[in-house]
């Protein structure tokens, strides 16, 4: 079975200053893609970045880009120039090319010092 | 475009009561999932369905809880009998093609329901 580990349960990063957030997945399968969504206290949940497993570039999107390390299985979302609208819970998702679930990990909550 | 619609957006029901909520997918889409994100969790896959047919229902509980997505009108979660255990956030998403053909686009999620159990 797939499973989504999100380990650090807290992060914290002063406004304007780079933060990285750490995601690993476990998989046997070759067709995935892997996103970044943000939930901020408004519950809305918002797609970061997405990234197909299948390109060896790394995602970017404006502040968010991520390391994609298919190898070891990791996928971890920088965010630089931290600004205080950034503060919220971030998770990782998996998503097979054959199936129609997401599969998320517990997420981690992220707040911006200013 | 409105986006997902969901309500209603808090929800507090007795145990024992029933749960209906609702989900109205953005304009275009015909395929949604629900999820369910209980306390300092990740959202858990419920069902996926489109138009008058489910298509996966494998994370639904086997009692109490099914769903559906009629040829007009929004999809409805139902919750029969509702427990403390029923608690959570639950959300909708949607999506223009079927879950099952590529995915990178990922879904466009609700704002959710809360559902509290006293």
């Known amino acids: 079975a797939q499973t989504v580990t999100q380990s650090q349960p807290e992060m914290s990063v002063q406004e304007a200053e780079t933060v990285t957030l750490s995601c690993t997945y476990d998989t046997s399968e070759s067709d995935y893609y892997l996103f970044w969504y943000k939930q901020p206290p408004s519950r809305q949940m918002i797609l970061v970045i997405r990234?197909?497993?299948?390109?060896?570039q790394n995602a970017t999107e404006n502040r968010f880009s991520v390391n994609f390390q298919k190898a070891a299985k990791s996928f971890s979302l920088k965010i630089s120039d931290s600004q205080l609208g950034d503060a919220a819970m971030y998770f990782c998702a998996y998503k097979t090319g054959a199936n129609s679930k997401l599969t998320f990990g517990k997420g981690i909550t992220l707040s911006v010092r200013p | 475009n409105a986006g997902v619609m969901q309500n209603p957006r808090h929800l507090v029901r007795r145990r024992g009561q029933e749960a209906r909520l609702r989900c109205s997918p953005m304009?275009?889409?015909?395929?949604v999932y629900w999820y369910r994100q209980l306390p300092e969790e990740g959202l858990k896959f419920m069902v996926y369905l489109q138009k008058e047919n489910i298509i996966d229902e494998s994370g639904m509980p086997k009692e109490r809880f099914s769903a559906e997505f009629p040829k007009e009108g929004p999809s409805i979660l139902r919750i029969q009998q509702v427990v403390r255990g029923d608690s959570a956030a639950y959300f909708c998403a949607s999506s223009p093609f079927p879950g099952t053909q590529g995915g990178s686009y990922g879904y466009t999620f609700g704002s959710g329901t809360r559902l509290t159990v006293v």
């Open positions: 304009k275009g889409h015909s395929h």
């Open positions: 990234q197909e497993a299948y390109k060896q």
